[in-house]
């Protein structure tokens, strides 16, 4: 026999044609309602095995447009669906001329069994009455709502899960980096101890090594302190209030105080507004701005500066510095964590710092981006609503 399988997912199909072949039938295949028809305009089918949910026409529209043609209206069908699975659905996949209805996965026997069942009844035997088209429309509504209602609650009830698995995440995070400082601590006091007290007692090799662990141990505390920084962003978010953009700097720069110094660099600033934020955690921001403006200098002093603009609704700020640049193929990058363009020996840091930055921007509803060209400098742009209103 022909028998017409109807389904958008791929895979089913091919499921069912092997179960069918393998019943000595030959299986013919559609995606969608649309195709099943123009496939039984051309092609002779025995029977019709369909899906429910698809897109262009869903099974229930098939089932009825073969019941209204004049040609097909014997063609015996099948519904096998596993997202309409209510006495309700069913009862319209009946209402609306299906045969019978079998919900997905069912055994290979249970399809036979069901085929046959199809295939056997009187070819000329009158079909079951079909609705009236208003009647069938409002139960097909009906359905669809339900459908819908019940969706909607199966994706707030996985949204709650979600998020209270972020939650713990976020936690596990937050404690696994706070726990991991003290045994840290340990590791580099006793090997400063080593290197301090056996300095001239050991060869030049075993005074790299502890060199190197003693390196590395710095570089895990930074890294450490960096993933605290993180993670206290959202266990530590502070509400948004009114904030003098210019204490932010003030605050950044006093912080930043050594470095600038050691660094010959000289950070200046626009006239600068309130903003509706985040104090400690637009500190972070700039810090981080700032601090990397400092950091990825070339040849001259670094050279900061910090503007404003007003734009429809927020205010577009700009870290402006000018030191070696980014090549625009890793702007999108930069802001990922871990992401680093250059080696420790190069310049120090652990990738974390952009990260932050995009996060607390995205907490104040605002964007961030880098403007740059490798070899002249950058602009780190940002901005943040006039009416900055906390996002999660
Ligand atoms: P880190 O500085 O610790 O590596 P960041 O997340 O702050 O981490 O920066 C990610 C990467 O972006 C840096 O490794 C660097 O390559 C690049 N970058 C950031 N800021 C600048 C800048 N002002 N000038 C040039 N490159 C920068």
Not at 101 to 123: G, Q, R
Not at 188 to 202: E, I
Not at 277 to 284: F, I, M
Request: aromatic content about 6%.
């Amino acid at each position: 026999m022909n028998i017409l399988i109807v389904d958008d997912i791929a895979t089913n199909r091919k499921l069912l044609r092997v179960m069918l072949e393998a019943e000595g039938h030959i299986a013919l295949e559609a995606a969608d309602g649309v195709k099943a028809l123009q496939i039984l305009a051309r092609e002779t089918a025995d029977a019709v095995i369909s899906d429910i949910l698809m897109p262009n026409m869903d099974g229930y529209r098939l089932c009825r447009e073969i019941r209204k043609s004049d040609s097909l209206r014997h063609l015996p069908i099948i519904i096998y669906t596993a997202t309409y699975t209510s006495p309700g659905d069913e009862k319209l996949a009946l209402e609306v001329g299906a045969d019978k209805y079998l919900k997905k996965p069912a055994a290979i026997a249970t399809i036979a069994a069901a085929l046959d069942e199809v295939l056997a009844m009187p070819h000329a035997a009158p079909r079951r009455a079909v609705l009236e088209e208003v009647e069938v429309l409002k139960e097909y509504s009906e359905r669809l709502v339900a459908k819908l209602e019940e969706k909607n609650y199966e994706l707030a009830l996985a949204n709650l899960a979600l998020e209270r698995s972020n939650d713990e995440l976020k936690q596990f995070a937050y404690i696994a980096s706070h726990d991991l400082q003290t045994p840290l601590r340990n590791i580099s006091g006793f090997v400063q101890l080593l290197q301090s007290n056996y300095a001239g007692a050991l060869d030049e090799r075993a005074n790299d090594w502890i060199r190197r662990t003693v390196q590395s141990a710095k570089q895990m505390h930074a890294l450490i302190q960096d993933l605290l920084a993180y993670s206290r962003l959202d266990t530590e978010a502070q509400p948004l209030l009114p904030t003098p953009f210019r204490e932010v700097f003030n605050d950044t720069v006093a912080l930043l105080e050594t470095t600038i110094r050691d660094a010959g660099g000289q950070v200046t600033c626009d006239e600068l507004p309130t903003v509706t934020g985040d104090r400690p955690q637009l500190v972070q921001l700039l810090q981080n701005l700032i601090g990397n403006g400092l950091k990825y200098h070339g040849q001259e002093p670094p050279r900061i500066h910090v503007s404003v603009r007003p734009s429809e609704n927020e205010w577009v700020f700009s870290v402006r510095d000018n030191g070696i640049g980014i090549a625009p193929k890793h702007h999108a990058r930069i802001f990922e964590i871990f992401e680093r363009l250059h080696t420790q020996q190069e310049y120090p840091g652990t990738g974390i710092g952009l990260a932050v930055c995009r996060r607390v921007i995205h907490h104040h509803g605002g964007k961030i981006w880098v403007e740059s060209e490798a070899g002249h400098g950058s602009i780190f742009n940002f901005t943040i609503p006039e009416r900055a209103t906390a996002q999660p």
